[in-house]
């Protein structure tokens, strides 16, 4: 009957930022600009800072040593600020294979990956890569060997993940910088690996 | 979505350690509990102590969440939580669960 065609009325949501934001705006707590450099700076991080860490970790033993025991603390080292964050590192060896998912919502290391994509926070992502991570994986075109141990992390609560994956053979030599080029934002949520090209 | 950072005082001491069995609580609450169904009712081992964090069952309701709650990683083994698992026997699947979902087996 009344088809409001593609106008559609605010959601509940969409008015609460709106009112948020305009009382912010006008106590002075921030101005319209600010909360527009945000957004923008939001929507261009990618996931360069995660294949920074990466890159570092494989040509530095100790930096991984670190990496692994305070994640956090060995991004704040490459200058890297994350805030309110513990970051758990996990790597992969010939042994384990490592992925992560957030069955509850979508908790994700933005700080370093930069916005999830739209598969991580599907239904389908989340409901079957704890259930069938094998067969996820697949689809994904990643096929594990029946003898390395899967480990899913189910992102439910305050830690974010990092997979370390392995280091690519015939890339002896690497600067620091063409190795950080072969990492992939897949092969640090562990539904990837990185290849030589 | 809440990131926290973990807090010091007023902090409930750990109860279990890194090694110890561990089984998750099977209750079914209203409200903003970050325990998945799935695992409720499983039995794993503590894969490490992540520090205290205001609980979110709390938070959500406006409150500060203290004594914020000692978090774990817990492991469990996948042919523990699907009984028709298809993969690996040593495949498992790693939680974070607040010690208040958490009792000795």
Redesign the interface.
């Known amino acids: 009957m009344n088809d409001p065609g593609p106008y559609r009325p605010l959601t509940y949501f969409q008015l609460m930022e709106i009112s948020l934001r305009e009382l912010l705006v006008e106590k002075g707590v921030v101005t319209e600009e600010e909360v527009a450099e945000e957004v923008e700076a939001m929507r261009k991080r990618g996931y360069e800072r995660g294949a920074r860490v990466v890159a570092r970790a494989w040509v530095d033993p100790e930096y991984k040593k670190r990496l692994l025991a305070n994640g956090t603390e060995a991004c704040e080292e490459l200058g890297l600020e994350i805030p ?3 970051l758990l590192a996990v790597e992969n060896t010939p042994e384990v294979h490592n992925a992560i998912v957030c ?3 979508s ?1 994700y290391p933005r700080m370093l990956l930069g916005i999830p994509p739209e598969w991580y926070k599907s239904r389908n992502y989340r409901s079957r890569m ?6 996820v994986l697949a689809e994904f075109g990643l096929q594990i060997p ?15 993940y990092l997979v370390l994956p392995m280091r690519p053979a015939g890339t002896e030599g690497w600067s620091e910088e063409r190795l950080a080029s072969l990492v992939t934002r897949d092969s640090m949520i562990g539904v990837a690996v990185p290849k030589v090209s | 979505m809440a990131e926290k950072k973990p807090v010091k005082a007023k902090a409930r001491p750990a109860k279990f350690h890194a090694g110890d069995q561990v089984r998750v609580i099977e209750a079914y609450p209203l409200g903003h509990v970050r325990t998945p169904f799935y695992i409720r009712g499983k039995t794993g081992t503590v894969e490490r102590v992540c520090g205290a964090f205001p609980n979110p069952e709390e938070l959500a309701q406006m409150r500060d969440g203290l004594p914020a709650q000692p978090l774990y990683r817990v492991r469990f083994r996948q042919n523990d939580v699907w009984p028709d698992y298809r993969g690996g026997a040593h495949d498992v699947v790693e939680v974070e669960i607040y010690q208040h979902w958490l009792e000795k087996p």
């Open positions: 309110a964050l513990k069955t509850l919502c908790c704890v259930r069938e991570p094998r067969a029946e003898q390395v141990a899967i480990r899913v992390h189910d992102s439910t609560a305050d830690m974010r």
